[in-house]
């Protein structure tokens, strides 16, 4: 597949959306919790607390909706600063009980409407970043899908980042790229492969640690490896002090882009 199928295999409406990733790995052993205590609920942005083979994890997922009725009420997975404040109430909370934080990526980008910057979009991303890479707790991020811009990034300061085998990860989107560089967005194309934005090129980089097989519903054995695969990463990650656990985390992303 070229890098534009690849992108093309993330935004397909046929794939798991973070729901379907916490219902398959928690079941009935997870509890949304909503709001940010300053605006509102944005549905765009499901968090929670679930039980993972008895480990209690605080999970936040950007959920885009399976049907166009749950894509216009998730906002097409395209998160307000409300969502993002959520997001970070809970994984300050999961802090403070020492808990790990999973987050499931799936954006084309944080919503950029009106009402959004003067709620304080960038303020809110940029606070995300910041706090997430000073929590004394395990964070792992996994893009199943879209990986766009800062609305991503804004869960994805972890310790690991992993992405399925057909997600995607960038700073602009393929069509708005070459609608910049040759003012011609019939040339996502050739921007795609220029991007380096595959989860191979990714990897390749240093970007991020593992890429996984794309799932499908009902693959009762690939959630229950992926469900061992968490649960590995984060013992071994709570066997170390919140205060080293934050500088490696820091440490890893200074090494990006750094010659070998």
């Known amino acids: 597949m070229s890098a534009y199928d690849k ?3 993330a935004r397909s409406t046929q794939k798991l959306t973070s729901v379907d990733y916490i219902n398959n790995l928690f079941g ?3 509890i949304e919790l909503h ?71 799936d954006t084309s980008g944080a919503f950029c409407g009106i009402g959004a910057e003067e709620r304080g979009q960038g303020h809110a991303i940029a606070t995300n970043l910041m706090e997430m890479m ?5 964070v792992l991020s996994i893009f199943i899908g879209e990986g766009g811009s800062g609305g991503a990034i804004a869960l994805a300061v972890a ?23 040759w003012k011609d967005s019939s040339k996502a194309p050739e921007a795609a492969e220029c991007l380096k ?3 191979k090129d990714l990897f390749d980089l240093g970007v991020v640690e593992r890429i996984l097989r794309e799932p499908k519903a009902g693959d009762g054995k690939m959630f229950e490896s992926l469900k061992l695969l968490i649960c590995r990463t984060f ?7 919140g205060e080293r656990l934050a500088e490696l985390r820091y440490n890893r992303f200074r090494k990006i882009g750094r010659k070998k």
């Open 159 to 181: 310790d690991e980042v992993w992405m399925m085998e057909n997600a995607v990860y960038s700073v602009i989107s393929p069509e708005g790229c070459a609608s910049i560089l």
């Open 28 to 30: 009935e052993n997870f």
């Open 7 to 9: 992108v093309q295999a």
């Open 35 to 105: 709001g940010d205590r300053n605006f509102s609920d944005d549905k765009a942005v499901v968090g929670g607390v679930g039980m993972l083979n008895n480990m209690p994890v605080t999970v936040i997922g950007l959920e885009k909706g399976r049907n166009t009725h749950e894509r216009m009420e998730r906002n097409f997975g395209a998160a307000h600063p409300e969502g993002y404040r959520k997001a970070l109430r809970l994984m300050k909370q999961a802090e403070k009980f020492r808990r790990p934080v999973l987050c499931f990526v």
């Open 134 to 138: 000073a929590l004394k707790t395990p």
């Open 235 to 241: 013992e071994k990650n709570l066997a170390i002090d």
């Open 197 to 199: 934005m595959t989860a």
